[in-house]
């Protein structure tokens, strides 16, 4: 540690947790993700390790330990996309130096545990203090729009225009029904049949529990239905004071020439009420090729996200080496 500043380690209790929770809110880097109110939904073990300076929050990090692939430990919970240590600058002498010595020692004084997995915005984080400490990385893309929402109209893809107009006069006509912040077991039935479809988990009773009493404070819920064919599409959006987040989607295929653009409606809403309120949206991106081509056209730009993790497990070890092995020997084909 450099220099005279010392610090202090502490481990939050529940009736400190909003001193956190206002720290994360504050914080520039700060999102609903690093709160213990969203990390409360999730089943596991909540734990909050600050670090003080003069009885100031300068650093800290909240994070659940459960059991993930038969390996128990902090591990990236579902469906929160950003997850690790912030740290601040909140004394006289401003520099680098001084953040990595905050992030630093909170890594020294985090307490042992087999498994420690962190995942970030790239600006939001220094990497070297993870390897520091024997953190692995990889890298992994995101798809943000920041920007107000004018600006973002006039560049938008024509084709996307079109396709989003002839939906919203089909709405306007009655064809179709839009439902804001209602129920959300059609929106998860809908989840379900596109997790089918695609090859992807789906956990039920996980998505109840984060969205299930829906907080309108801080979700926004779309279901689309037809006279036709039923629920077609519906989203499910949180949002903070910084952004809104694309975190659920699901729709049904039909043979419509209109209506198998379904989730452009709800996606647009979603941009719209970000830009117009001064917020960021982030499309939470894909790897899958049709699908982070879409979010381009519909004006994504390139956000690159870093991953640290650390296991003394070695058969969790093999199992992540494995998948990545069979990921390369694929594209090699």
């Known amino acids: 540690m450099a220099g005279k500043v010392s610090f202090e380690f502490h481990i939050y209790q529940p009736e400190q947790f909003g001193a956190w929770d206002e720290y994360v809110r504050l914080h520039p880097n700060g999102t609903l993700f690093h709160t213990t109110s969203w990390l409360k939904r999730i089943k596991g073990e909540l734990s909050v390790f600050v670090v003080e300076k003069e009885g100031i929050i300068v650093g800290g990090y909240a994070g659940l330990s459960y059991i ?10 579902p469906l929160t996309p950003y997850t ?5 600058r909140s004394w006289e002498k401003k520099s680098v130096q001084e953040e990595h010595d905050v992030l630093n020692f909170l890594l020294e004084n985090l307490p042992n545990a087999p498994h420690w997995d962190f995942m970030y915005a790239v600006e939001d984080t220094f990497i070297h203090p993870f390897h520091w400490k024997g953190f692995s990385s990889s890298m992994g893309v995101s798809y943000v729009i920041n920007k107000p929402y004018d600006t973002w109209l006039s560049g938008m893809n024509k084709n996307k225009i079109r396709e989003y107009k002839k939906l919203e ?3 306007q006509k009655g064809e179709l029904k839009v439902t804001l912040n209602g129920p959300i077991a059609p929106i998860l039935d809908l989840n379900q049949v596109t997790a089918s479809r695609n090859g992807f988990s789906f956990d039920r009773p996980t998505l109840e529990a984060l969205f299930s009493p829906t907080d309108h404070s801080c979700t926004r819920t779309m279901l689309i239905e037809s006279a036709e064919f039923g629920p077609l599409s519906g989203s499910i959006m949180v949002f903070d004071d910084k952004g809104m987040y694309n975190l659920i ?4 295929r039909v043979d419509h020439p209109v209506y198998k653009t379904i989730n452009l409606y709800a996606l647009w809403d979603g941009i719209q009420f970000a830009l117009s309120s001064g917020r960021f949206f982030d499309f939470e991106g894909s790897m899958l090729k049709g699908v982070e081509s879409f979010y381009r056209l519909m004006g994504g730009e390139y956000q690159y996200k870093m991953r640290f993790q650390k296991t003394n497990s070695i058969p969790y070890l093999l199992a992540r080496l494995f998948l990545q092995f069979k990921s390369e020997r694929k594209s090699l084909k």
């Open 84 to 88: 690790g240590p912030l740290v601040s």
């Open 68 to 77: 993930k692939n038969r390996q128990k430990g902090f591990h990236v919970p």
């Open 169 to 171: 006069e089909a709405v």
């Open 249 to 252: 989607n699901g729709s049904v």
